[in-house]
Nanobody
Framework: QVQLVESGGGLVQAGGSLRLSCAAS????????MGWYRQVPGKQRDVVAT???????DYADSVKGRFTIFRDNAENTVYLRMNSLKPEDTAVYYC??????????WGQGTQVTVSS
């Protein structure tokens, strides 16, 4: 099973930027897709951004134009660049990988807190 390790979360003021990283233990091109999800206490985990093995990207409406998902194939790492952060972006952000067997693996999560 793939291991996913997120990093880059933290505390930032509204309007600021952060870059999250998700390092995978295997070749990320072997996955159907990878993505970032976020969750706040008491609510379901929601998709933020995804990227397929072919490079197609998709974003939640709430982050379009502010967040960018990209990857470094050589480093087996997927990133989430977050600009113009808002307090409502505060959440635990999780990295996920969808395997060829349609199983989803999750990272441990990284906290992002945006202060107003």
């Amino acid at each position: 099973q793939v291991q996913l390790v997120e990093s880059g979360g933290g505390l930032v003021q509204a309007g600021g930027s952060l870059r999250l990283s998700c390092a995978a233990s295997g070749n990320i091109l072997n996955f159907n897709a990878m993505g970032w999800y976020r969750q706040v206490p008491g609510k379901q985990r929601d998709v933020v951004a995804t990227i397929t093995s072919g490079g197609s990207r998709d974003y939640a409406d709430s982050v379009k134009g502010r967040f960018t998902i990209f990857r470094d194939n050589a480093e087996n790492t997927v990133y989430l660049r977050m600009n113009s952060l808002k307090p409502e972006d505060t959440a635990v952000y999780y990295c996920a990988a969808d395997g060829r067997d349609y199983r989803r693996s999750w990272g441990q999560g990284t906290q992002v807190t945006v202060s107003s």
